[in-house]
Structures are given as C-alpha cells and as structure tokens.
C-alpha cells in the first residue's frame, strides 16, 4: 500500500505520478554581496565606471538527491529559478512569496529520504541591454535526519558562496509525512480496524499493534478464546472477538458462567464458619476462637501464658481468663493490689503497702502490727552512770547522780571549768571533784629550734642547739658580728657558721693566708719575688721583660766605632774594620806596617804619625798606583793619543773626566741618575809621531775611577772607540783612527804641529 499524491510541475506541463512518503522544505533566508562584483570579478552595472551600481540579482537553486550526473542537471527533487528579486539590491531577505510566484519555504515531496542532498546555487544579474553576467555559483551536501511530523521538525541553517564577499542563507528541514516512519520515512503504517485489520501503530517505529482478540501479521486473525476449554461440567464454549460464553448442559444449579457447581452446598464449613463458593472449591471464613480448612480446630488462648505474677489461665471460646494470686489483680493479674488502702495503721503510723500484706511503722512512743500499743522507753535501759530512769509518753527522763549530767547522765561533770586551782597549779578533773598539780611549763614546749627544755620549777631553761640563742633558742647567732674575717674579707653568716670571700691575694678559712703567685714559676729567666696579689721578676743579667722572656740585645747602642757588632748574653763584641782596633774598634792601628798582612799591595809600606792617612803610607812600585799600590796599570791604565804637546795636564784631565761622565753615563744605565763622578789621573805622557806625516803626538797613560772604584782599561777604551763622533765635539775632543810610532829623537826637535785634529787613538 503506497499512499499516492498528485504533483504538478509548472513549467514542464507534464503529470507526474509521486509516492511521497517524506518533505523536504527549503528556505529561502538571504543574500549578501558586499563588493557587488561578478564571478569573475567585474561590475554587474558600471554605466558610470565603478561599481557604484548594484546588482538586479536572480536565482537558480537545483537541489539533487543523488550524486550520479553532473551536478546542476540532474536536479532530481527539484529546480527553482526566480524573477529578479530587487532593482539595484545586494543585500536583502527573501520574501515569502518569491518573484515567480514561488513560495518560500518551498516544498519538496519524496518519495523517500536518504538522509542526504545537494544543493547547487547559481546567482545572475540581470541585464536588459546584454547577456547576463553570473554573479556566483556554489554548491554542498546537506546531511540532515528525519523528523517525526511537521511539528516536530527544526529548520537547520546552512549558507552558500564561492567567496568571502557572498552570503547566500538558506534554511532546510526534513520530516515524516502522515503514517509514515523510521529514519527514511520509509515504513508506512494506518490504523484500523475494518475488514483488512485490526491494529494500531507504533508511534516510533510505525509497527503494527493489534487490538486485542486479533493476532497475524495484518492482526485480520480472530484469537480463538475457547481454546482453553474454559467451560465445565460439559458446558458447550462459544467464541467471540476477545471473549468466549459457556452454554450449561440443563439440569443442575450453577455457581456461575463457567457451568461450575455451588461448591458450598453440602455445608462443609463447622463451628458456625461462613462457606465462600470457588470454581471447584470453597472457602472457609472462621469466626473468632477456631481455625482450619473446615475451621475444625479451637484455639487454646492460654497457650502463650498471658497471665502476669503466676496468674493461672483458663481457656475460652473467644478469649482467656486469668485467676490471679493473693495480692494481684487486673485482667492479666499485672496489677498489684493496695492493703493501705483501708488505713491500718493507727496512732498515725504509716503504711507500707507489699504484696498481699502491709506493714505499719509506726511513730514514737507506739509500736505493735497496727501501731496500737504504747512503748516502755526505759526497757532499754538508756540511763549512765547509775541513774534512775523515769518512762514518758514517747520517751524517758533520766535522773543522774552526783557528778554527771546529760539527758542520759553520760557525761562526767568538770569540776575544773571553774578554775578552782592558782596559775602556777594544773587542775585534773575527777568524778564530783578535782585536785591541783604543780605546773611544768616544759610541758607547754617553750623551747624552740630543737633546743632541749630543762625544767626549772617556776620556769624553764632552754639549752640551745649548735648556732641559736635567745630564752627559748629563736634567734640565729650571728657569727660574724666578731668580725672573723682577715685582710677586708667579706663575711656571710649561715646557721651556726660563716664563710669569708677573701680579697684578691689573700686565702684560707678567714683570709688569713697570703697567696704566693709565684708558686707557677712565671718569670722565664730571673728570680720571683712575691707579692700580695702579684710577684715581681728579677731578671738574670741580659734578660728583660715583665717575665724577663726577652734577652737584651747589646748592640742596640750601636757601640762599635769603626766595626760590626755582634750581641751576646749580657755582652757585646766587635769585629773591627781594617786599621781599627779596641773594644769598640775606636782606635787606628798605630803601626799598620807591621801588620801580617800589610796595607801596601804593591810598594813599600811606611808608617807615619798621621791618623787621617791611617797611620802609614805606601810608596807603589812601577805600574801601580792608589793608596794601597793596588791598582796594576796594566789592568786599568788607559791610553789615548794627544795630537800635538800636552800643555795643560790638569785641563785636560777635566776634559777626559767629562767625556768619560757621559760615556760612563751611556753605558750604565743603572747608574746613570745615581750621579757617580768619574775622576780621572793622567799617569804617563810619552812623545809620539804619526806614521802618516810624522806630526807629533802625545801618548797619555790615565787610570779613572768612580765612587765604586776604578775602571778597566779594557772598558774605557772599548766606551771611546765605540763613541759615536758627534759626542766628544761637545767635550772638546775629537776622535778619529789612525797610527803612531815612538818618537825617538830629543824632543826639542819634535816636528811642527800639521793640523788642528785633537785626539787620536
Ligand atoms: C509529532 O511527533 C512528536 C515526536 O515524535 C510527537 O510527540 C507528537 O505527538 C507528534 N504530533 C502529531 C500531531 O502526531
Ligand atoms: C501465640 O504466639 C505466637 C507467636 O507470637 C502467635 O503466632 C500465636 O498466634 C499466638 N497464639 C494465640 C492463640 O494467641
Ligand atoms: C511464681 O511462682 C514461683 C514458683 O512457686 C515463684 O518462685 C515465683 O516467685 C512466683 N512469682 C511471683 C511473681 O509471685
Ligand atoms: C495524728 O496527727 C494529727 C495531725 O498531725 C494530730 O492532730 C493528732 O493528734 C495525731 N494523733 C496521734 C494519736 O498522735
Ligand atoms: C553504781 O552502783 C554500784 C552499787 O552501789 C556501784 O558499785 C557502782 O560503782 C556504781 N557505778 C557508778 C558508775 O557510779
Ligand atoms: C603559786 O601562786 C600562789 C599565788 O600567787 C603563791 O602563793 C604560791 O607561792 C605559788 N607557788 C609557788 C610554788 O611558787
Ligand atoms: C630538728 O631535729 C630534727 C631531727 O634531728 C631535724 O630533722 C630538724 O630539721 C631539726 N629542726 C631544726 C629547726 O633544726
Ligand atoms: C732563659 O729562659 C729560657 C726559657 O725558659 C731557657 O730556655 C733558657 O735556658 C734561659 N736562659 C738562662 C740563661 O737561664
Ligand atoms: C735582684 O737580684 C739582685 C741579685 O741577686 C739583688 O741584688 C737585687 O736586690 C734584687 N732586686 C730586688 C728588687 O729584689
Ligand atoms: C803585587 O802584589 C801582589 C800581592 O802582594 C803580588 O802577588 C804580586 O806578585 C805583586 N806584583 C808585582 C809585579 O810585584
């Protein structure tokens, strides 16, 4: 069975017969071009050469529910195209009758729902003077369930545009039609109950569910409801939609529509129980006190022994009744009965009720069960000390004897209370009298401190413990009131005792005793001499210091003269320089000459008188020369050669000196700032010529020397020749290389002097 529609498509002018099962309703919501272009980026109108102009826009909207074919053709569900929607418009909502008569939604009738579809948009402008431009084409598959109906079915949004400037909104929902279900709307399902079925249908699923009384797979089957044999007793079953009837054979009297006997006709139920007719049986319905099918048995009431305090139970047709012991009563004997209740007890006596009986106790001076007899108080003999006992009502009167009183005579009269003794006398009570006993006030404890008491009639000593004093031993002796302490100790008293904080120097029990410090052996290398508080160091001789620890250092005086001092224990000696001598190298040797190792290296040593020459002199042998002939020519006698006669010896040793300063200077740069002076002393002049033109020269032989010493031949001429040749023009002096010989002949015939050159070396 297909549910069959007629739809007309407009345009085509054909008849197509559908079998709808579903809707597909589509939404026409918006558009949107906010750059008014075309697809291909040009204007839609530019008359005035921009696109300032807006477009005539109308739609093409093919929507497929296959994918076979070329999208846009097949266009299986349906094809819409619009008129021009606005004049110059690119951004409006659609209207919902859309310009060619179109209804939006617009609603589409399938024959089934796949759960999917495509949608394919085209957009155009209109133009009336040229072809139309396209303005957009976009596409998409939809996926979207089915819903129930109409009413239960949401519209889902959705948009289209091949770019960012186009929005073309649309809306889409889905739904079952009537009697139509599942997913794909695809199961088909009328209720009915006719001819062809009886049924009606899952509102989910779209299942078939029959009425009841049919079944099948139309549910067109009548249920057979005699199937059971539900008749009895030979009762004929008559069938019907739902429910069947019972036809009874004649005859006998039925209990019911089954054709069932009256099961309670024989009386079976005893002991006046009430009989329920059943199909096939009965039911008993008890009254009270019996139970069983028949309500046969009687119940025994006492069997869970209800009754209280030993109560005896007896059974009943209804119930129990229980006899109750003496003293209980109430229906289950739980209720103790009041024997007071009748007031018993006289003379004002009171009841205390137990159970079955009472007892009464009774007030003063009655007694008996019921408080009836009057009681004799002086049965129980309450009077001392030998008293006559009188009986009263509820009570007695004692009369005493001499010498006690009290309500029973008990107490011994005090014949002390009126002090009838002196001070000095103790008073000891006695039955009717007293006596007086001497006073010892020891008794009393008047000593304290653990001070012994030593009675002393009228009164008392105390001796005293070790530290205390005073009549009864309460003051603590102060044992430094005799000031015991030595030496301004300061003295704290304790009980029967002191103790002396000495001062600084002093100890012992009383300060008496002075400390002897150098007990510890302080002082290193003297003697120790005590003191109080303190000691003193006596040093050994050439030792000092607090602890005499420092050996004196002798030479601090610098006592040596002319030598080097050397310190000792308690003494100095001194090495003398040469030419000293003494103690304190103080004195020159008188006669140097003499010495084993004589001043005069290489000459003759001769003493003299003189202490500034040291006492001696020495004559140098040949090429030596200094004070001590120590200087060997050979070693420091320079030579350089004069051009011409030496005139002035002295000026030209000025010169030399000069020269050599500089040199000297030049070559030790160590020296250079310490400002040594280079002296110098021409020893020897010989007569030369040179060989080149035979003019004459002079040999000069010269020692220098410094404050250090004397200079090397070997490095003053090594400084000359090295000289650069600007430098002695600044001292006078040339210096250039040539050759000499010995002039040989008398000097007065020496040559003339040739050219003004100086030096020659
Ligand atoms: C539509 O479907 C919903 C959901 O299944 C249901 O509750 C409602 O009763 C249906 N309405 C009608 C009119 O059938
Ligand atoms: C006795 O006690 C039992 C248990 O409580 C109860 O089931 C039963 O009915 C009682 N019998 C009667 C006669 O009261
Ligand atoms: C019940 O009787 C027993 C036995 O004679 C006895 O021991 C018990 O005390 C009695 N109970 C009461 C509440 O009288
Ligand atoms: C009993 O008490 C009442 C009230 O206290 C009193 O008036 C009466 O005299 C008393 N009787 C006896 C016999 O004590
Ligand atoms: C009571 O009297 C007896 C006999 O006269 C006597 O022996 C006894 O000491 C007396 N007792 C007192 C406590 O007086
Ligand atoms: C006791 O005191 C009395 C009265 O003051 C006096 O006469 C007597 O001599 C005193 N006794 C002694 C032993 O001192
Ligand atoms: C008295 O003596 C006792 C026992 O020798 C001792 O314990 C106590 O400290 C002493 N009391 C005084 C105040 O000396
Ligand atoms: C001086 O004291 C030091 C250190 O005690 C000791 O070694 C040395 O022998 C002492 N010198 C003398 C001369 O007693
Ligand atoms: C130190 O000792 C020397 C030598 O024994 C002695 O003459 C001198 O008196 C002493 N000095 C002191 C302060 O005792
Ligand atoms: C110079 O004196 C030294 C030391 O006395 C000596 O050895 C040396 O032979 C002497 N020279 C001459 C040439 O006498």
């Known amino acids: 069975m297909k549910f069959v529609l007629l739809l007309t498509a407009l345009l085509s002018h054909v008849f197509l017969l559908v079998w709808a099962t579903a809707s597909v309703q589509f939404k026409f919501v918006s558009f949107y071009n906010s750059d008014h272009n075309d697809y291909d980026g040009g204007c839609c109108d530019d008359f005035i050469g921009g696109c300032d102009n807006f477009c005539d826009n109308y739609f093409f909207v093919c929507i497929d529910g296959d994918d076979t074919g070329p999208l846009g053709t097949s266009c299986d569900m349906a094809a819409i195209t619009t008129e021009k929607l606005h004049e110059d418009n690119d951004n409006f909502n659609f209207p919902s009758t859309i310009p060619n008569a179109i209804a939006n939604p617009y609603t589409i009738r399938v024959d089934s729902w796949s759960g999917s579809m495509q949608v394919f948009v085209r957009v155009w402008d209109l133009d009336t003077q040229n072809a139309d431009d396209e303005i957009d084409r ?15 079915a949401t519209w889902q949004q959705y948009s289209l545009g091949s770019r960012s400037q186009i929005d073309f909104s649309f809306e889409v929902r889905v739904y079952c039609d009537s009697y139509y279900f599942g997913s794909d709307c695809s199961v088909y399902c009328i209720p009915r109950d006719d001819q062809y079925g009886h049924y009606r249908c899952d509102t989910n699923t779209g299942a078939k569910i029959c009425y009841s009384g049919w079944e099948g797979t139309t549910c067109n089957i009548d249920v057979d409801d005699c199937a059971s044999t539900p008749c009895k007793n030979g009762g004929t079953c008559h069938d019907h939609v739902a429910y069947f009837t019972c036809a009874c054979p004649p005859g006998f009297v039925y209990a019911d529509e089954f054709c069932e006997y009256d099961d309670c006709a024989g009386q079976p139920c005893q002991n006046g129980a009430t009989c329920n007719d059943l199909i096939g049986q009965f039911k008993c319905v008890c009254p009270l006190g019996y139970f069983g099918d028949l309500c046969e048995v009687d119940i025994d009431y006492c069997i869970n022994q209800t009754c209280a305090n030993n109560g005896t139970c007896v059974d009943r047709v209804d119930g129990f009744h229980c006899l109750c012991e003496t003293g209980y009563e109430g229906f289950l004997c739980d209720v103790e009965t009041d024997e007071c209740s009748s007031s018993p007890c006289l003379h004002n006596g009171t009841c205390h009720d137990l159970i079955g009986k009472y007892q009464c106790a009774c007030q003063e001076g009655y007694e008996g069960t019921h408080c009836d007899l009057e009681t004799d108080e002086c049965l129980s003999s309450p009077c001392r000390n030998n008293a006559t006992c009188e009986d009263e009502l509820a009570g007695y009167h004692c009369h005493c004897v001499d010498g006690y009183e009290g309500d029973t005579c008990e107490m011994d009269i005090d014949e002390c209370a009126s002090f009838p003794c002196y001070v000095n006398e103790t008073c000891v009570n006695e039955i009717n009298g007293f006596w007086c006993l001497r006073l010892n006030l020891c008794d009393y404890d008047p000593c304290m401190n653990n001070a012994t008491c030593v009675d002393d009639y009228p009164g008392f000593i105390c001796e005293c413990a070790a530290g205390y004093g005073g009549k009864t031993c309460d003051q ?31 100890g012992g029990e009383k300060c008496h005793s002075e400390t002897n410090e150098c007990n510890s052996s302080p002082c290193l290398n003297g003697t120790c001499w005590d003191l109080i508080n303190g000691y003193v160091c006596n040093c050994t001789a050439g030792y000092a210091g607090v602890l005499c620890q420092n050996e004196i250092d002798e030479c601090a005086s610098s006592p040596c003269e002319h030598g080097t001092c050397v310190d000792e224990l308690n003494a100095y000696r001194c090495e003398c320089d040469v030419f000293y001598e003494g103690t304190q190298c103080d004195t020159v040797i008188d006669k140097p000459c003499a010495l084993k190792d004589p001043p005069c290296q290489n000459g003759t040593c001769e003493n003299t008188n003189s202490a500034n020459d040291y006492n001696y002199k020495c004559t140098c042998d040949d090429g030596f020369y200094g004070t001590n002939c120590d200087i060997d020519s050979k070693l420091y006698g320079a030579v350089v050669f004069m051009i011409g006669k030496l005139e002035d010896k002295s000026a030209y040793e000025t010169k030399l000196a000069n020269l050599l300063q500089k040199l000297y200077a030049l070559h030790s740069r160590v020296r250079r700032d310490t400002g040594e002076t280079v002296s110098v002393e021409i020893i020897l002049t010989e007569d030369y010529v040179k060989s080149t033109d035979s003019s004459p020269l002079t040999k000069v032989t010269f020692l220098a020397w410094t404050e250090s010493g004397y200079l090397q031949k070997d490095t003053i001429e090594a400084w000359i020749d090295g000289a650069s040749t600007d430098l002695p023009a600044q001292y006078g002096l040339d210096i250039y290389k040539g050759s000499a010989e010995p002039f040989t002949g008398n000097p007065s015939e020496l040559p003339p002097l040739v050219a003004c050159s100086n030096l020659v070396k």
Do not use: K
């Not at 996926?143 to 129930?148: K, P, Q, V």
């Not at 603590?476 to 600084?504: A, K, N, V």
């Open 138 to 152: 976009d596409r998409r598959t939809i996926y979207e369930a089915a819903a129930r109906n109409l009413s239960s």
């Open 476 to 506: 603590d002796i102060d044992e430094c009131g005799s000031s015991p302490c030595l030496h301004q100790g300061t003295c704290t008293d304790h009980l029967d005792g002191y103790t002396c904080l000495c001062p600084p120097g002093y």
